[in-house]
């Protein structure tokens, strides 16, 4: 496959969900595909007019008008319900290049659903995609090339940045980064919260929240100090952030996180089963 191809070919989503539609935004917005070279697949009427009036793309009921010629066809349907789609589109997907970001679905089980030789691509994506901050985990199965699968990674690496890894530590991504928006978005509130008990307006409090998260990623990302230097760093002896670090500690905050992800990874690999 070209490595070009996403600047000419076609892309076919089907799922018109909030993931599905962080990813085609970002795509749009990087110029990888003009809106004409899209078609999302989603069923619910309303869904259809609001995605389409938003990013101007084509948007249809059904896959099967959808799929011919198709260059790529992005999965974006909840794990529940993957098998169900993947053998509705399978007698139509052609030699397009299957992506997935379904949680917890392996590459195995998607190419034994669609036509022998069908190269399958999965990645987890982050919903910061959406404002192209996103992070992406990228592997591919056994009929996918390096090149589809770095193909994808460049793709996707425009919505933030995009890593390849073997499948096997898809879950444990899925379970970080996937879902780690999340868990990252109720420390903001947390932390919201608790300015506003002390006085702070609403508005403030999560102001200063959302930025000293947001600051402080940058500054390790961009430097490369360990976060233990960052704490050192702003934990000066006998200070307020000792003080507070000290009641974090108290609390589980490690062992709660840490029960998070182990959570997390248990139900992708229900999922995936």
Same mark, same amino acid.
Not at 14 to 39: D, K, N, S, Y
């Given at each position: 496959m070209a490595s /070009? #191809?996403? +600047? /000419? *070919?076609? #892309? $076919? %989503? %089907? *799922? @018109? @969900?909030?993931? *599905?539609? =962080? !990813? %085609? =935004? @970002? #795509? !749009? =917005? =990087?110029?990888?595909?003009?809106? *004409?070279? !899209? +078609? %999302? $697949?989603e069923p619910d009427a309303t869904r259809r007019e609001v995605f389409a009036a938003a990013h101007g793309v084509t948007c249809v009921a059904g896959a099967t008008s959808a799929l011919p010629g198709a260059d790529i066809v992005l999965l974006a349907v909840k794990p529940q319900v993957i098998d169900e789609v993947v053998t509705g589109i399978a007698p139509h997907v052609g030699h397009a290049l299957v992506v997935s970001i379904a949680a917890g679905i392996s590459c195995a089980r998607l190419e034994s659903l669609l036509p022998d030789g069908t190269a399958v691509v999965r990645v987890m994506p982050n919903t910061p995609a959406l404002v192209r901050e996103g992070m992406s985990v990228v592997s591919g199965g056994t009929e996918a090339t390096v090149e589809h699968v770095d193909f994808v990674r460049e793709v996707f690496s425009v919505l933030g940045d995009a890593i390849v890894l073997d499948e096997r530590y898809q879950d444990a991504a899925t379970a970080v980064s996937g879902s780690g928006p999340a868990y990252v978005a109720l420390f903001i509130d947390a932390l919201t919260r608790a300015g506003v008990r002390h006085g702070l307006p609403r508005e403030v409090a999560e102001r200063l929240a959302v930025r000293t998260v947001a600051g402080t990623a940058s500054l390790i990302d961009i430097t490369g100090q360990h976060p233990e230097q960052v704490i050192d760093g702003v934990a000066s002896p006998g200070g307020t952030t000792i003080a507070g670090i000290e009641a974090l500690e108290s609390g589980g905050v490690r062992a709660a996180v840490s029960a998070a992800v182990t959570a997390a990874v248990a139900r992708a690999k229900e999922l995936g089963s």
């Open positions: /070009k #191809l996403h +600047t /000419k *070919g076609s #892309l $076919v %989503v %089907v *799922g @018109g @969900g909030r993931m *599905g539609e =962080a !990813i %085609v =935004a @970002g #795509l !749009i =917005a =990087a110029e990888q595909f003009a809106p *004409g070279a !899209i +078609t %999302v $697949v």
